[in-house]
Nanobody, 124 residues
Framework: QVQLVESGGGLVQTGGSLRLSCAAS????????MGWFRQAPGKEREFVAA????????RYADSVKGRFTISRDNAKNTVYLQMNSLKPEDTAVYYC?????????????????WGQGTQVTVSS
């Protein structure tokens, strides 16, 4: 079955960096748009970033533009989220997701498969 497993979360101070990874299995990775979403306590899940199948096109939420970078390695079936200049408002559970459509979507309902999430906590 399809599995998406996130790793790399943790506790970091304001201004610090983290790199999240999401390893995929059970699917043809290069056929999927990959996205990162996050959900803070009491809030809805929100879009963070997404990348197309080849890695040639990316999309970001305004709140993370210039600070976060999404990338993928199709040979390793892995998508990454490099997070720099972290802020307390970035604190959330971060999820990766896979979408079998051909365009990069920011809507959670477009995504077919989800990981279990990894906690990111940014202290002030």
């Amino acid at each position: 079955q399809v599995q998406l497993v996130e790793s790399g979360g943790g506790l970091v101070q304001t201004g610090g960096s983290l790199r999240l990874s999401c390893a995929a299995s059970g699917l043809t990775f290069s056929n999927y748009v990959m996205g990162w979403f996050r959900q803070a306590p009491g809030k809805e899940r929100e879009f963070v970033a997404a990348i197309n199948r080849s890695g040639s096109s990316t999309r970001y939420a305004d709140s993370v533009k210039g600070r976060f970078t999404i990338s993928r390695d199709n040979a390793k079936n892995t998508v990454y989220l490099q997070m720099n200049s972290l802020k307390p408002e970035d604190t959330a559970v971060y999820y990766c997701a896979a979408d079998d459509s051909t365009w990069v979507a920011a809507i959670p309902t477009r995504y077919n498969y989800w990981g279990q999430g990894t906690q990111v906590t940014v202290s002030s």
